[in-house]
């Protein structure tokens, strides 16, 4: 069986998890309407808030399979939440990025909005780091993950008008065939290097290291410097005895001692 790793990378609140979700049930259930009668397997676990028809709110939560112990403090939050991507990733794996758009269903499974930031942000990375990303169809991807909450809901005694379900039936089959749209691109995608990327980040964390001790150092020096100058103006002193000059002829200063690791 092949394996393939995917890195889903967001702010908090923007989906993941229901993403990852929606995403098992996607491949368990060949329709919406088949889900509503199944059992939903639920990867990671989250929480969300809805009302019901008389406005009155609800918290839904969903435990994960495998985290039966877990504790969600927030709205759609997950642990696997990753900062700074783009700043940790080799400039090789730039090939292997897609864009995945969540809460579409408003804008007609399009980007939307958000859109122009995007391209926004492509040109100023390529313009200041000369990495150029570039976007396509390939590389956009529309989803709306609603209809995963829906059927959690459901489990929970919340009703739907039939007009509802059927426009939650289409997001989830609009989502199921973007979803393989997104496998089949991945799938002929070349695996991006891990050793490239392990290695960009042991020599980020030498500098970063090597940063605290080079300005220990730098401050260091410039103390010394100081204790050098003043004494140097006292040596100067015409009136001084020899005794004086002899005494003066120390400098202090402070060393940095170096202790072998084990």
């Known amino acids: 069986m092949e394996v393939i790793n995917i890195l889903l990378h967001s702010k908090t609140g923007a989906g993941k998890s229901t993403f990852i979700n929606a995403f098992a049930n996607y491949f368990k259930f060949n329709s919406f ?12 676990t989250f929480k969300f808030t809805i009302t019901n028809n008389d406005y009155e709110m609800k918290m839904i939560t969903v435990i994960g399979d495998k985290d039966k112990f ?3 403090n927030t709205v759609d939050e997950s642990s ?26 408003g804008t007609f499974f399009r980007p939307g909005d958000i859109f122009p930031v995007l391209q926004r942000q492509l040109q100023e990375l390529k313009e200041n780091f000369k990495i150029e990303i570039k976007i396509g169809k390939n590389k956009i991807y529309c989803f709306d993950n609603e209809s995963f909450r829906i059927l959690a809901s459901k489990k929970e005694a919340m009703m739907f008008t039939d007009d509802e379900k059927r426009n939650f039936a289409s997001s989830w089959k609009k989502s ?10 991945i799938k002929n995608r070349k695996p991006h290097k891990i050793i490239d990327t392990i290695s960009l980040n042991n020599a980020r964390q030498t500098v970063l290291l090597l940063h605290e001790l080079l300005a220990k150092i730098d401050r260091n020096i410039q103390i010394n410097i100081v204790e050098a100058e003043k004494l140097k103006k006292e ?15 120390y400098v ?8 072998p690791l084990d």
Do not use: M, W
């Not at 090789?92 to 864009?99: E, G, L, Y």
């Not at 040596?235 to 002829?249: C, G, H, P, V």
């Not at 202090?252 to 202790?259: F, G, L, R, T």
């Open 33 to 44: 309407d088949n889900a509503i009668f199944g059992d939903l397997d639920v990867l990671i």
């Open 70 to 72: 877990d504790i969600v």
């Open 80 to 105: 696997t939440q990753v900062y700074e991507l783009l700043s940790h990733l080799h400039k090789s794996a730039k090939d292997n990025i897609v864009f995945c758009f969540t809460n579409t269903r």
């Open 176 to 185: 199921k065939e973007e979803l393989v749209r997104l496998l089949q691109y």
């Open 235 to 249: 040596i100067q002193r015409a009136d001084l005895s020899s005794e004086e000059l002899i005494k003066n002829l």
């Open 252 to 259: 202090p200063h402070i060393e940095i001692k170096i202790i």
